[in-house]
């Protein structure tokens, strides 16, 4: 073998290892999630092209790879049925290379700037390398001239191997031109779109000095606790934009909850095991929990909520376990009944405390939501009736009232439903949305309920009537790549006459509540926002991106 061809044989396995090991690892997960969500997932066309046609055509590629090492392009035809999937490798890979070139994109930077550049490998491996191996191999079998053919529709084993290679190489100029322009096109109109949305209309101030920002929250009015590099916990004055203290210490590997009081925070172990729990201005270690995942196979802790009082956590471990911990003690009640005779694929979505700190409430793919009180840990009630006859339908979220005597719960059912926490009854459900209800909140009052959807809507609603009152639509995506628009999260401001809207699309966006005029937009952040809130007195917005923190003042417009 000459070196010419040692070299070819090289490439061509360096550029098909890489997306064999990326499809080999993943095929299992998509199709297990083709096979049990199947009738929710929003991915259903990536799984089929990946799944079966990136699979036929690595396979296709591997075997004339391999029949090239073996020399064995000179002395036998070659089938159809391996060219024919070359093909499909080729042009899986222009598919994956178009959803590389939409990342990269003007418009989509400003969306995947909150993504580290390692979330590009596998759609450069997926897409650039098979490219390579695909054309290489094309070329190969137009030199050597053999391909099984029948003389009644070829003349030629030469005339179908030259149309082989030009046909693929057809494709390749063609469908990347197209994804090209065609995306050029898109992304021009999208970014006119961003640009306009960067809008500021409220004057801020950006909490300096902060890097790999994960999340931030009001402790009280004019202080604002961060959650930046390497776990440092940052306490700031709105008043001055000042620290005011500053943790020297870092107790845990992933901090999970900061209490309302801003003393503590509840972090998961380097080992993801064990929940610790650390006062902020020292970083001195209160409590390690330990009795987590105990003889089980491939399980973590998931999420760590501290009450609002900060005497107590709660925390969702290995999907479908509830512990409630007494932080003093370090003790803790099972609360055991979510998920029972379900798949493996169930899991509980969310907790949350009451603001009395007596109730705790749990959601769950098993499409139901529980109240547990939390003195004792017994069940108070199972609340049954959002995703009735749907087996694959979930409880995404929960929150109480303002006084704790009522509890909302949103699901992928498309609806709300609000219960009285002392008797579990349902007292109203809210339908209107056309796609999952990610979230809903009540406002101080407790008269209203503001829900947010995946059908980019935000809905206010008077629990009395049970009626739609308000319909706010939150406009163009700006993003390239979301399938759809959403909003994923709509709060009212204390005094209920404003509403905060955020999506994973658009700028977070301030509202009349009374009728839902678009108050103002909350833009110009480097990355997408991961999250925004009011203050407590509802005159201040926070919004978090992954390289900034601004304090809006929404008393007034610029």
Partial sequence: MTIKNKLVNIALVVSLTPTTIFYIYLSPLLLASAVFILPYTIILPYTIIFLFGGGYGLLSSWILVIKHIRSKFQNKPLSKVWLIGNVVTLLVAIFYYSQLVARLSPSGIAYAQSYPWSSYAPHLVISILPIIASIILASLVTKYNYVESNESYFKSSKLMSLSYYNISLLILIILMSYVCVSHYIQFKRLKDIHDKQQQADYSYFSLNSLSNIMSAEFINNDTVATISNKNQVHLWSVSNNNFLEISSKSCASEIMSISLDGMKVASRSGDKKSVIICDILSGEIIATLRAHCEKKHQCNIESAVLSPNGTKVGVISGRKDVRLWVIESATYKLLDGHCRNKDVLCRVTSISFSPDNELLATTSRDGTAKIWIVDSGELKANLVGHCINNEHCSVLRSRFSIDSTMLVTSSTDRTARVWDTETGEPLVTLKGHKDHVWNAMFSHNGLQVVTASWDNTARVWDLKLGTELLLIEGGACDIALQSSCDI??????????????????????????????????????????????????????????RNSVRIWDISKRD
């Fill in 488 to 545: 994923m999260d709509a709060y009212f401001n204390k005094d209920g006459i404003k509403i905060l809207t955020v999506s994973r699309s658009n700028p977070p966006r301030i509202w009349d509540a009374g009728s839902g005029n678009l108050l103002g937009i909350l833009g110009g952040h480097e990355s997408r926002p991961l999250s925004a809130k009011f203050s407590p007195i509802g005159d201040h917005v926070l919004t978090v991106s």
